[in-house]
């Protein structure tokens, strides 16, 4: 199977400081993939390395088979991106915000963006009542959602999730990676997570991409787990890291 995203040699660095150094990850159609790692060890980085949005000192980084940092702006319509805190645009609504990228690139009619904004509203289980609301109107839940409607506004292959549940109480994150996990299956997307949630890790990843040393660690979480790196093993034998598997094999042993 060919990778979706494929990263050789990767090299970050700020100054004489190098946070990645040779880096080489594969992502693989249609998987959920979660990255973590330390303070400090670029996963942000890496992200937005993978966006085109930082040009590293070295390596090679191709999304969908075309080099990301040569490629025109096409390739970047086929990606969604939710960024931590959502980074709605405060002066327009959401049914504004999610026809944005649309009206961007694209010359669809105004009426039919504004039905695909009202689709891709209610696919993320906000109201219709929400279209016409601005993000200081709304909960840390509800502009969440709506920032997912809009990174699939142009329905993407790849999402791209930086700390999605963050700042969501623990029911509210749980929601959250039920939909995201509904979507991953329902639109056959290629999801990149960067999160600290153990819950998410466990609940709705197929694989862990783990950044220590200036490279990276990938696998199954029951390899990741096994993995013999102190760091690695401290990280998923915390105790919330052990509730989150435990809590895991249960819900699996009762489907």
């Given at each position: 199977?060919?990778?979706?995203?494929?990263?050789?040699?990767?090299?970050?660095?700020?100054?004489?400081?190098?946070?990645?150094?040779?880096?080489?990850?594969?992502?693989?159609?249609?998987?959920?993939?979660?990255?973590?790692?330390?303070?400090?060890?670029?996963?942000?980085?890496?992200?937005?390395?993978?966006?085109?949005?930082?040009?590293?000192?070295?390596?090679?980084?191709?999304?969908?088979?075309?080099?990301?940092?040569?490629?025109?702006?096409?390739?970047?319509?086929?990606?969604?991106?939710?960024?931590?805190?959502?980074?709605?645009?405060?002066?327009?609504?959401?049914?504004?915000?999610?026809?944005?990228?649309?009206?961007?690139?694209?010359?669809?009619?105004?009426?039919?963006?504004?039905?695909?904004?009202?689709?891709?509203?209610?696919?993320?289980?906000?109201?219709?009542?929400?279209?016409?609301?601005?993000?200081?109107?709304?909960?840390?839940?509800?502009?969440?959602?709506?920032?997912?409607?809009?990174?699939?506004?142009?329905?993407?292959?790849?999402?791209?999730?930086?700390?999605?549940?963050?700042?969501?109480?623990?029911?509210?994150?749980?929601?959250?990676?039920?939909?995201?996990?509904?979507?991953?299956s329902s639109l056959n997307l290629t999801i990149v997570m960067v999160t600290h949630d153990m819950d998410s890790l466990f609940n709705i990843c197929d694989r862990v991409a783990v950044l220590v040393d200036k490279k990276i660690v990938v696998g199954s979480l029951d390899e990741i787990v096994?993995?013999?790196?102190?760091?690695?093993?401290?990280?998923?034998?915390?105790?919330?890291?052990?509730?989150?598997?435990?809590?895991?094999?249960?819900?699996?042993?009762?489907?």
């Open positions: 199977m060919e990778p979706i995203v494929s990263i050789r040699n990767l090299v970050n660095a700020f100054g004489t400081h190098r946070v990645h150094d040779g880096l080489c990850l594969d992502i693989l159609p249609g998987e959920t993939l979660g990255i973590v790692g330390g303070s400090g060890t670029g996963k942000s980085v890496l992200m937005r390395s993978m966006l085109g949005l930082r040009t590293p000192q070295a390596g090679e980084i191709h999304v969908l088979g075309h080099d990301v940092y040569s490629s025109g702006p096409g390739l970047q319509q086929r990606w969604g991106v939710l960024f931590q805190k959502g980074a709605l645009l405060s002066a327009l609504t959401v049914r504004q915000n999610v026809e944005l990228p649309i009206a961007l690139h694209s010359d669809m009619p105004a009426a039919t963006r504004r039905e695909l904004a009202q689709l891709k509203v209610r696919m993320t289980g906000l109201s219709l009542g929400a279209l016409d609301k601005y993000p200081s109107e709304l909960s840390g839940g509800m502009i969440k959602r709506a920032a997912l409607a809009r990174a699939l506004a142009l329905e993407p292959d790849i999402l791209f999730l930086d700390e999605p549940t963050a700042g969501l109480d623990p029911m509210g994150a749980t929601r959250f990676d039920n939909l995201v996990s509904y979507l991953q096994q993995s013999p790196h102190p760091w690695i093993q401290s990280y998923f034998n915390d105790p919330r890291a052990v509730r989150a598997r435990q809590k895991e094999k249960n819900n699996v042993r009762a489907n």
